[in-house]
């Protein structure tokens, strides 16, 4: 079992920037890759970006690239969403997940994919 806790999600103004973490607990950290998805209202809850077991593969979705970065750290169980110029389209909330996997080098980008999920934070971008 994966426990997967979120945090510093808040309000913002557009351009801005946030930081959000997910602490995980439970089973060898290093062997999750570790996906960030998000859930505005009335739509799907798509993909954002998704990074290996060993934090040297990341992925990202089109509209994210290049504002967006994701991390981990390892010693510390937490894997980050740092997102710089935020725009209104980014309001929703923003969930992790964790896929136990021993492949510590692939990413994966499927809801699907991933087995245990946090319960979320909300991200809201102001004009």
Known sequence: QVQLVESGGGLVQVGGSLRVACAASGRAFSNSAM??????????????AAISGSGHNTYYADSVRGRFTISRDNAKNTVYLQMNSLKPED???????????????SV????NDYTYWGQG???TVSS
């Not at 998000?38 to 809850?45: L, M, S, V, Y």
């Not at 994966?108 to 809801?111: A, P, Q």
Request: hydrophobic share 30%; aromatic share 20%.
């Open 35 to 48: 996906g960030w998805f998000r859930q505005a209202p009335g739509k799907e809850r798509e993909f954002v």
């Open 91 to 105: 309001t929703a909330v923003y969930y992790c997940a964790a896929k136990s996997t021993s492949y510590t080098g």
């Open 108 to 111: 994966y980008l499927g809801e």
């Open 121 to 123: 934070t909300q991200v």
